[in-house]
Each structure stands twice: as structure tokens, then as C-alpha cells.
């Protein structure tokens, strides 16, 4: 069964098929397990490069190294997220 949406004017098929929600669903997880795997491995590189930081001006820039690479991952987690839920 298809369902009509229209926005501007047009009509468009929404998506509520069993398939196409595990499809998003699939999709979804992924994007939170991508974010993660970024999150983690900005922490890592954050650490090492704390670690071999000479002075603390190269910690400093260390730790904002580490906040930007997690901000831009879960930046990127949500936009992708709006993006499927935009189109379902």
C-alpha cells in the first residue's frame, strides 16, 4: 500500500513498505556504528597525540583536535539521519 505526500504541490510515494523500514532501520545502525567508530578514533589520536606532545601548547591543540574529530562524526551521523528520514 503506498501512501501519497504531497509537498510544493507534487505527489510523491512515501515509502512504508515492511522492506523499506528495515532498509532505513539497516541504514540508521550503520550511520551510529560509523559515528561511533569515529568518536573512538578521534579519542585515539587525540591520546597518542597528547601523549607525544612536547609542550603543552601541542596538548592543547591535541585535545581540540580530538573535539573537532568528534563534533564533524556526529555532525555527519545527524545529517545523514535527516537525510533518511527526510526521504522515508
Given at each position: 500500500?503506498?501512501?501519497?505526500?504531497?509537498?510544493?504541490?507534487?505527489?510523491?510515494?512515501?515509502?512504508?513498505?515492511?522492506?523499506?523500514?528495515?532498509?532505513?532501520?539497516?541504514?540508521?545502525?550503520?550511520?551510529?556504528f560509523?559515528?561511533?567508530?569515529?568518536?573512538?578514533?578521534?579519542?585515539?589520536?587525540g591520546?597518542?597525540?597528547?601523549?607525544?606532545?612536547?609542550?603543552?601548547?601541542?596538548?592543547?591543540?591535541?585535545?581540540?583536535?580530538t573535539?573537532?574529530?568528534?563534533?564533524?562524526?556526529?555532525?555527519?551521523?545527524?545529517?545523514?539521519?535527516?537525510?533518511?528520514?527526510?526521504y522515508?
Open positions: 500500500m503506498e501512501e501519497y505526500q504531497s509537498s510544493s504541490g507534487a505527489s510523491r510515494p512515501t515509502s512504508s513498505t515492511p522492506a523499506s523500514r528495515m532498509k532505513i532501520g539497516c541504514i540508521s545502525a550503520a550511520t551510529s560509523q559515528e561511533t567508530f569515529r568518536y573512538v578514533k578521534a579519542l585515539l589520536i591520546q597518542v597525540k597528547k601523549l607525544s606532545a612536547k609542550n603543552e601548547k601541542e596538548a592543547t591543540e591535541a585535545d581540540l583536535l573535539a573537532k574529530m568528534q563534533v564533524e562524526a556526529a555532525d555527519a551521523a545527524e545529517n545523514t539521519k535527516k537525510q533518511l528520514h527526510k522515508s
